[in-house]
C-alpha cells in the first residue's frame, strides 16, 4: 500500500510538472504583463527597469526555472489588487468553496443513492420512470439558470405568496465560526440557510448524474449469479439489495463522487458568482476580470495538486471497497 | 430408493414460460418428476432443454419475463407454487439449498467467505456469531477445504475455482437441506477435482438422507452418481428410469444418440454418432414430438406429442417408436 501511495504521489509531480508549464506558458508568454504594469506615460529608463526587477529580460527557460523555483516554496507572488501574497488569498476562499462542495456532494449522494436503486430495482414502475425524467432534466439544465430560478423561487416568489414562508438568503455565506483557523458556516442556522440555495444547485445536477450511475449500476448487478445465490440462500430482499448489492455498486459511485467532488470544488465558479459565495471561484473570476494573474496561477496550481490528491484519495478508497484490488496492489 | 408414497418433492406437470418480446419460450412444458430421501436424480439434457429452468423453477426463482405457468411443485406435500414469498425464502437455503453451474459468479466478490456463510445461517436461525461460525467451519471441512478458521477469513478471489465450488456446496449444506439442487455445478472444473466433488456429493448424500437433483449435459458425470436419470428435451422429459437401464437400454431415439456420442475406447479412430439436424428454435418447436425433425426413426405418428409410457419395469420413454 505504501509503495502504491509513492508511486501515486511521483505522479502528482509528473502532472505537476507538466501543468506548471502549461500555466506558465499560457499566463506569463502569452500576455506581456508589462503593457498591464507600466502606464504609458513611463520613460524608456523606467520600463527597463521594471522589465529587468521582473525578470522579463531573461530567456524563456530561465524565466520559467525561476517561476518553479518559487513556485516549489509556494511563492507565486503578490496579488496585483490586494497586496497580499497569492496562496494566502486562495486559502483564504478555500474553506468555503469545499464546505459548499462537501455539502453538495453529501446531498447529492444521499438523495442520489436512495433514488437510483429504487429505479434501479423497479425500472418499470411508474416512480422509477418518474425518477428518470427528473434526472434528466436534473443534468441538462445549465447550472446557472437552476440557480436563478431558485433564488427567484425561495428568496422572492413564495415569501411573498404565502405569508410566513420563510425567505432564504441567496447571497453570501452568512455568519461562519472559526474552528481551527477556518471560517466555517456549516456549525450556525444562519450557515446553514445560506448554504441550502447554492448547495442545492450544484447537487441537482451532481444528484441527477447519481442517479443514473446508481441505477445503471444495479441493473448491472441484479442478474449476477451471486445476487440469486443469495436468494437461494434464503436472504431476506433487505440484506439482498442493502448489503450484496449496496457493496458492489458502491464501487463505481466512489469512483464518480470523489472525481465530481473534485469537479465541484474546482469549478464551482457559476454557483459562486450567482450565490456570492466568496469561495475560490469566485476569487478566479474577479482575478481574471481584474487581470490579477499570480493569483489566476497559484489558483491553478493549487487546484491540479488538489485533483491529483483526490484522485489518490480514491484509488485507495476503491481498494478499500473492492478485495480484488486489495490483493493486486500487496502482490506487487 | 425413492419411497413412492411421501417423495421429498414432486413435480406435477410443471410449466415454465417466458414470456419474451419474440413470443413465448417454453422453457418447460409439462414436467413431472420425484425425488425421494436419499436419492439422486440426474436431469440431463443439453443447453436449453429445460433442465435449469426446472432447478431454479422449484425455488421460485424464476426471474422475469419467465412464470410458473402451471402445474404444482410438492414439497413434502406443500405446493410451492402457491406458496406466499415469506414462506419460500424459508424455505431456500434451509429446507432446498442449490448450487449454481458457475463457482467464480456464485461468490459475493466483495464479502468474506464467513459473512457470506454466516448470513446463510442467521437468515434462518437465531444463532449468536460464534455458534455460526463453528458450523461454518464444520461445513467447510466438510467438503474438503484445509485449515477451514483461516480459510473463513479469505475472499472469494481468493480460492481457486474448485475451492469456490466446495465454499458453495459447504453453503447449501449448512443449515441441512432434505433437497440439494446442483445445476451443472462440475461444468466449469477441471476433471480430477470434478470427480471428488462427485465422490463427496455421493457421500454426502448418503450419511445424511438428502435428496439431489444433479442437473447436467454430461451423462457421464451421473453415469456413476445418480440412481435414476430423467433425460429432457424441449421442456419436456422424454426418457426417464433407473440409472443403469437407461446407459444400457436406452429406449427413445434422443437417449440412444447422446449415449452413442459418447467417446469410448472402443469407438477409436471411428467417427464418432451425431444426432443430425440442431435442437430447435425454443420460439418454434415442431409441432407433435419435438425431436421428430432430427429423429432417424419419425414415422407418422410423431405427428402428435406422445405421451411419456411405461415402456419397461420402472422404465418410461416418450416415443411412438422406441428403440427396440
Known amino acids: 500500500m505504501l509503495v502504491f501511495i509513492i508511486r501515486r504521489l511521483m505522479q502528482a509531480v509528473v502532472v505537476m510538472v507538466v501543468m506548471s508549464a502549461l500555466v506558465f506558458g499560457g499566463i506569463y508568454l502569452v500576455g506581456n ?13 523606467e520600463r527597463l527597469a521594471v522589465i529587468r526587477d521582473l525578470g522579463l529580460d531573461q530567456p524563456v527557460w530561465q524565466q520559467y526555472l525561476t517561476f518553479v523555483g518559487k513556485a516549489v516554496v509556494g511563492e507565486f507572488g503578490k496579488s496585483f489588487r490586494a497586496g497580499e501574497p497569492a496562496m494566502q488569498l486562495i486559502f483564504q476562499h478555500m474553506p468555503a468553496t469545499i464546505e459548499l462542495a462537501l455539502v453538495a456532494m453529501l446531498l447529492a449522494v ?3 443513492v436512495p433514488l437510483g436503486m429504487y429505479a434501479g430495482l423497479r425500472p418499470d414502475s411508474l416512480r422509477a420512470r418518474g425518477i428518470m425524467t427528473v434526472s434528466i432534466l436534473g443534468f441538462s439544465l445549465p447550472t446557472f439558470w437552476v440557480g436563478l430560478m431558485l433564488i427567484m423561487l425561495f428568496a422572492v416568489a413564495l415569501p411573498e405568496w404565502i405569508p410566513g414562508w420563510p425567505r432564504l438568503p441567496s447571497s ?5 465560526v472559526d474552528i481551527l483557523g477556518l471560517k466555517l458556516s456549516i456549525f450556525t442556522a444562519q450557515g446553514w440557510l445560506h448554504l441550502l440555495l447554492p448547495a442545492a444547485t450544484l447537487a441537482l445536477a451532481k444528484g441527477a448524474l447519481i442517479i443514473r450511475l446508481t441505477r445503471a449500476a444495479t441493473r448491472e448487478v441484479l442478474p449476477m449469479d451471486y445476487v440469486k445465490f443469495a436468494r437461494a440462500k434464503g436472504l431476506s430482499e433487505r440484506r439482498i439489495v442493502g448489503v450484496h448489492v449496496l457493496k458492489n455498486i458502491a464501487i463505481p459511485i466512489a469512483t464518480v463522487t470523489g472525481l465530481e467532488l473534485g469537479q465541484v470544488i474546482a469549478f464551482a465558479v457559476v454557483t459562486e458568482t450567482i450565490f456570492s459565495w466568496p469561495g475560490m471561484g469566485k476569487l478566479l473570476i474577479d482575478s481574471i476580470l481584474l487581470l490579477d494573474r499570480p493569483v489566476v496561477v497559484a489558483y491553478l496550481v493549487v487546484i491540479v495538486f488538489f485533483l491529483v490528491m483526490l484522485n489518490l484519495v480514491v484509488d485507495i478508497l476503491y481498494s478499500v471497497l473492492d478485495p480484488r484490488v486489495r490483493l493486486e496492489a500487496q502482490g506487487r | 430408493m425413492s419411497d413412492a408414497a411421501s417423495p421429498t418433492l414432486e413435480l406435477a406437470d410443471l410449466k415454465t414460460h ?3 418480446r419474440d413470443g413465448v419460450v417454453r422453457s418447460v412444458d409439462g414436467v413431472d418428476l420425484q425425488v425421494g430421501a436419499g436419492e439422486v436424480l440426474g436431469l440431463v439434457g443439453e443447453s ?7 432447478g431454479f423453477s422449484i425455488l421460485g426463482l424464476i426471474d422475469p419475463p419467465g412464470r410458473i405457468v402451471g402445474g404444482q411443485v410438492l414439497y413434502r406435500g406443500e405446493d410451492l407454487v402457491q406458496a406466499s414469498s415469506a414462506r419460500l425464502r424459508a424455505l431456500r437455503g434451509r429446507n432446498i439449498a442449490m448450487v449454481f453451474q458457475d463457482p467464480m459468479m456464485t461468490l459475493n466478490p466483495v ?20 455458534t455460526a461460525r463453528r458450523r461454518a467451519v464444520a461445513a467447510l471441512t466438510q467438503v474438503g477445504i484445509p485449515s477451514p478458521e483461516a480459510r473463513l477469513r479469505s475472499y472469494p478471489h481468493q480460492f481457486s475455482g474448485g475451492m469456490r465450488q466446495r465454499v458453495a456446496i459447504a453453503i447449501a449444506l449448512l443449515n441441512k437441506p432434505d433437497l440439494i439442487i446442483a445445476d451443472e455445478p462440475t461444468t466449469a472444473l477441471d476433471v480430477t477435482i470434478q470427480g471428488q466433488i462427485l465422490f463427496e456429493m455421493r457421500k454426502l448424500c448418503q450419511e445424511t438422507g438428502t435428496a439431489l437433483i444433479w442437473i447436467t449435459h454430461d451423462l457421464a458425470v451421473v453415469a456413476g452418481l445418480a440412481d435414476r436419470i430423467a433425460v429432457m428435451y424441449a421442456g419436456r422429459v422424454v426418457e426417464h ?16 444418440g447422446l449415449i452413442g456420442s459418447v467417446p469410448t475406447r472402443g469407438h477409436r479412430g471411428q467417427a464418432l454418432f451425431q444426432i443430425p439436424g440442431m435442437a430447435p428454435s425454443p420460439l418454434r418447436l415442431p409441432q407433435g414430438c419435438a425431436f421428430q425433425p432430427r429423429c432417424t426413426r419419425a414415422v407418422a405418428a410423431c405427428a402428435a406429442m406422445p405421451d411419456l409410457q411405461e415402456i419397461a419395469p420402472a422404465h418410461q420413454a416418450r416415443c411412438w417408436n422406441p428403440v427396440p
Open chain 2, 241 to 256: 428410469g433407473a440409472t443403469a437401464e437407461i446407459l444400457e437400454r436406452p429406449r427413445h431415439p434422443y437417449t440412444h
Open chain 1, 172 to 176: 453570501g455565506r452568512g455568519p461562519t
Open chain 1, 33 to 45: 504583463p508589462v503593457t498591464m504594469l507600466i502606464s504609458d506615460q513611463a520613460s524608456e529608463a
Open chain 2, 111 to 130: 464479502l468474506r467467505v464467513d459473512t457470506q456463510m454466516i448470513e446463510a445461517i442467521r437468515a434462518h436461525e437465531a444463532v449468536d456469531d460464534a
Open chain 2, 18 to 20: 417466458f414470456f419474451t
Open chain 2, 48 to 54: 436449453g432443454s429445460g433442465k435449469s429452468v426446472t
Open chain 1, 110 to 112: 444521499l438523495v442520489g
